[in-house]
C-alpha cells in the first residue's frame, strides 16, 4: 500500500480528514448563514415574503439603492479607467504612492468612511452652516449617501484595470498613434478591446459593493423610512422593528444578487481568465 | 498638477497623461484626501487632553480592546483553517470543488448587513447552531464569542484567495526532494511546504485582521453591542454621532486611521520583505 503513493501526495486518511475539515468550515461559514437568509425569509410562507417586498418602503429603498449604484459605479469606473490610464502608459515619479492612495478606502472601516462626510457636511462639519443658510442638504439625505458609497467603492475598478493595462504595455497604443491615430480612436479601438472584461469584472464587483454597503451609507443616512434608506438600512430598520420576515425577504433579495455577481465572477475568470488581472496574478 | 511640468520630459509617446493623471488626481483629492483630512484635524479642537479624554474612558477603551483583540483572534482562527481550506482546493479534486472554489468569496460579495441578520439567527439560542449549543451552556450570539464569529467570517477569503495563487505556483520538487531524502509527508509539509507559504499567510491573515478592525454590519446584529462587554469600536462612533459629539466620534475615528496606516506600512515592510526573499 504505502509504495503505491506518491511521494508528494498525502496520506488517504490525512487527504479525508482535510477536505472534511475545510467542508466542516465552509459549510459552517458561508453555506449556513446563506442558508438561513432564505429558509428565516420563507418561514411564513411565499405570500408574506412579497408582501414584505411589495411594501412602499421596500420599493423606495431599492430605488434609492438602484439610483445610487447608478451614479457611484459609473463615476468609479471612468475613474478606474483614467487613472489606470496615467499609471500604467506613463513613467512618473510617485507613482506606488498614488496607486497606495487609490487602495485606501479599502483599508479604511466603513463608520469612518462615513464619518468623514459628516464631520464636512454635517451640522457641525466644516460647512454645515452655509449648506443650511442655503437649504442643501447632503447629510440625511440622498447625495451624502452617493457620496459615501462612491468612497467605499473607490478603488475596485483602478486595481482590476492597473495590473492588467501594465501587464499589456504600451506597444500597441504606441503603433497606433505612430501610424496617426487619435489618442480618444487608439483609446477606443486598441485599448478599451484589450481592457474589456477586466473592465466588466471591476464594475461587477464594484456594483455588488456599491448595492450592499452598509456601515458607510448608515452613518450618513439618518434612516428616513421611504426617503433615505437603501436596502441594506431597510433590512437592519425592519429587523430592529422584529419584523424578521420582511428583514429576512429584503436580505435575500440582496443574497440573490450576492450569488449571481458569484456566478458571473467565476464565469468570468474561467472564459477570460488572460483578460482579467485578478486571475493572473502572481 | 499640470502636464507642463512633464513636457520637456514626455513620460511616453502616447497622448493623454495630463488628462488622465489631473482628473485622477483631482478626484482622488476630492473623494478621499481631503475628507480624511477633514477627519484628522477636527478631534484637535477639544485638544490633546479632551482627545485623551474621550480614548481613555473605560467604555471606549474595551470598545477598542474587542475590535482589535478580536479582529486578531479572528486572523489567528484564519491563519489555520485558511490554509486548509487553500490546501484542499488546489492539490484534491473532487466533485462539487468548484462551487465550493466560488462560495469563498461570499463575505466579499454578500452585503454585511445581510451576513450579520444571518449570522445573529444561526447562533442565537433557536438557531440550527446556537441551539444545539445552548443545550451544551455555550452562548454564542450577544457574546463576545459572537463577534469573533462575525470577523472570522469576514476574513476567511483574505487568508484562501491569498494563499490560492502561491499554492498553485509552488513547484513540487522540494517535497519530492524532501520525500526522497527521507522525510515523512507531515515533516515535508511542516518544513518544506508552509515556511514557503509563510510570506503569503502573513499577507493574508493581515488583510482579514485590517477587514475585521473596523468590521460594522456582520458584527452589530450577533453582538448583542452590550457597553465595555460586546461593543466594538466602529459602533460607538455611530453613538457618539448620534449624540452629536463629532470631536468624540472623529477621536475614535483618527484611533482607527492610525490603525489602517499602520496596517498599510506593515503590508509594505512584508511586501519588501518576499521581494527581497525572491
Known amino acids: ?91 512618473f515619479k510617485g507613482k506606488q ?20 462626510y459628516v464631520l464636512i457636511f454635517g451640522l457641525q462639519g466644516w460647512f454645515g452652516e452655509s449648506l443650511r443658510e442655503a437649504n442643501v442638504k447632503i447629510i440625511f439625505a440622498v447625495p451624502g449617501i452617493v457620496l459615501a458609497t462612491i468612497f467605499i467603492t473607490f478603488p475596485f475598478v483602478a486595481r482590476e484595470l492597473i495590473p492588467l493595462m501594465e501587464d499589456q504595455g504600451r506597444d500597441e497604443e504606441e503603433a497606433a498613434t505612430s501610424l496617426g491615430a487619435s489618442g480618444w480612436d487608439t ?4 485599448t478599451l478591446p484589450n481592457i474589456r472584461w477586466g473592465l466588466l469584472y471591476g464594475v461587477l464587483l464594484c456594483n455588488a459593493r456599491a448595492m450592499g454597503e452598509f456601515g458607510a451609507v448608515s452613518v450618513v443616512s439618518g434612516h428616513i423610512r421611504g426617503l433615505t434608506n437603501t436596502m441594506p438600512l431597510h433590512v437592519e430598520v425592519l429587523y430592529n422593528d422584529y419584523q424578521f420576515v420582511g428583514a429576512f425577504a429584503v436580505a435575500s433579495l440582496l443574497a440573490l444578487l450576492a450569488l449571481v455577481t458569484l456566478v458571473l465572477k467565476s464565469l468570468l475568470e474561467w472564459r477570460f481568465a488572460d483578460d482579467i488581472a485578478a486571475t493572473h496574478r502572481h | 498638477m499640470s502636464a507642463a511640468g512633464f513636457r520637456f520630459r514626455n513620460p511616453s509617446a502616447l497622448p493623454g497623461f495630463g488628462l488622465s493623471l489631473g482628473f485622477t488626481v483631482f478626484y482622488l483629492s476630492v473623494i478621499v484626501l481631503i475628507p480624511i483630512a477633514a477627519l484628522i484635524v477636527r478631534p484637535w479642537e477639544i485638544g490633546f487632553s479632551g482627545f485623551w479624554n474621550v480614548i481613555s474612558d473605560p467604555r471606549v477603551l474595551a470598545a477598542l480592546r474587542l475590535s ?131 510570506p503569503a499567510l502573513l499577507t493574508g491573515a493581515t488583510l482579514a485582521f485590517a477587514r475585521a478592525v473596523g468590521e460594522y454590519g456582520s458584527v452589530i446584529f450577533i453582538a448583542g453591542n452590550l457597553p465595555t462587554v460586546s461593543e466594538i469600536a466602529p459602533l460607538l462612533i455611530v453613538i457618539k454621532l448620534e449624540q452629536y459629539d463629532y470631536a468624540g466620534a472623529a477621536a475614535i475615528g483618527v484611533v482607527m486611521l492610525a490603525a489602517s496606516f499602520a496596517v498599510i506600512l506593515a503590508l509594505n515592510l512584508l511586501q519588501n520583505w518576499i521581494g527581497k526573499r525572491r
Do not use: C
Request: no cysteine; glycine share 6%; charged share 15%.
Open chain 1, 1 to 91: 500500500m504505502k509504495f503505491r503513493r506518491y511521494p508528494t501526495q498525502d496520506h488517504p486518511l490525512s487527504r479525508i480528514a482535510l477536505s472534511l475539515i475545510a467542508i466542516g468550515v465552509v459549510t459552517l461559514f458561508l453555506v449556513l448563514p446563506l442558508a438561513t437568509v432564505f429558509t428565516e425569509a420563507l418561514r411564513k410562507g411565499l405570500g408574506v415574503a412579497w408582501e414584505a417586498l411589495d411594501d412602499p418602503d421596500a420599493r423606495a429603498a431599492v430605488r434609492l439603492t438602484l439610483i445610487t449604484a447608478a451614479i457611484a459605479v459609473p463615476l468609479n469606473a471612468v475613474f478606474g479607467v483614467a487613472a489606470s490610464w496615467a499609471i500604467a502608459k506613463f513613467d
Open chain 1, 97 to 116: 504612492f498614488l496607486t497606495t492612495l487609490i487602495d485606501l478606502p479599502f483599508s479604511i472601516s466603513p463608520v469612518v468612511s462615513g464619518l468623514i
Open chain 1, 187 to 190: 483609446f477606443m479601438r486598441v
Open chain 2, 68 to 198: 482589535f483583540g478580536g479582529a486578531a483572534i479572528a486572523a489567528v482562527i484564519n491563519a489555520v483553517t485558511g490554509p486548509i481550506v487553500a490546501w484542499v482546493l488546489v492539490r484534491y479534486n473532487f466533485p462539487g470543488k468548484r462551487l465550493l472554489d466560488a462560495l469563498i468569496d461570499l463575505p466579499f460579495a454578500l452585503p454585511t448587513a445581510v451576513a450579520g441578520i444571518a449570522l445573529s439567527q444561526l447562533y442565537s439560542a433557536n438557531g440550527w447552531v446556537g441551539e444545539p449549543l445552548s443545550h451544551l451552556g455555550i452562548r454564542i450570539a450577544y457574546t463576545p464569542i459572537g463577534v469573533i464569529i462575525a470577523l472570522t467570517f469576514i476574513g476567511l477569503p483574505f487568508v484562501v484567495r491569498t494563499l490560492q495563487p502561491v499554492l498553485n505556483d509552488l513547484s513540487r520538487d522540494p517535497e519530492e526532494a524532501a520525500a526522497t531524502l527521507g522525510a515523512n509527508r507531515w515533516q515535508t509539509i511542516t518544513r518544506v511546504v508552509l515556511p514557503s507559504l509563510m
